[in-house]
């Protein structure tokens, strides 16, 4: 069998998954004005995100705006009555609109939203594409996709991220 042929029978290269990386952020609480923005640092101590009031609305209405490094606005989000509202980069405009929150549950040591993201039907029976369970004493969290943990901030101990996903 000469190298052509044996190349030629060879088969093709299996795709590898990207390899998921960690990413460590740390969020640092400021008093600048009274406002009490946060700064949102990576591994290394650099500026990663920052969130401050909404430009032309103050905390008043409760407006956020989620900033990066460079102070490009990403992100622009409400709250009213407890529920969240985010919008693309500057915008209140319903067509740009990312997701909206639901508190389902508070309590001292227990806090259920549930996260819609649009395409959302009429229908107040829909179900929500992300839930978030967590506790808030504890600073712990449990973001759930469908059956599937997405993501989780844990605290040795806590059993609210098994109890989520029972049926």
Not at 93 to 106: G, L, M, N, P, R
Not at 118 to 123: D, G, Q
Request: net charge positive.
């Amino acid at each position: 069998m000469d190298g052509t042929n044996a190349a030629a029978a060879a088969p093709p290269p299996v795709p590898m998954a990207a390899p998921v990386v960690p990413v460590d952020l740390t969020v640092v609480k400021k008093l600048l004005g009274g406002g009490g923005d946060l700064a949102v640092h990576d591994a290394s101590g650099g500026l990663a995100f920052r969130v401050t009031a909404a430009d032309g609305c103050g905390r008043r209405c409760g407006g956020r705006a989620l900033l990066d490094a460079s102070g490009s606005t990403l992100v622009t989000a409400r709250t009213s009555e407890g529920a969240w509202q985010a919008f693309r980069g500057i915008s209140w405009e319903q067509t740009d609109i990312i997701f909206s929150t639901k508190v389902i549950c508070a309590s001292s040591d227990r806090k259920e939203v549930h996260v819609f993201v649009p395409p959302r039907s009429t229908s107040e029976e829909q179900k929500p594409s992300y839930i978030l369970v967590g506790n808030p004493s504890r600073r712990a969290c449990t973001i759930i996709r469908g059956n599937s943990i997405v993501a989780q901030v844990p605290n040795e101990g806590d059993a609210f991220s098994r109890k989520a996903l029972s049926p």
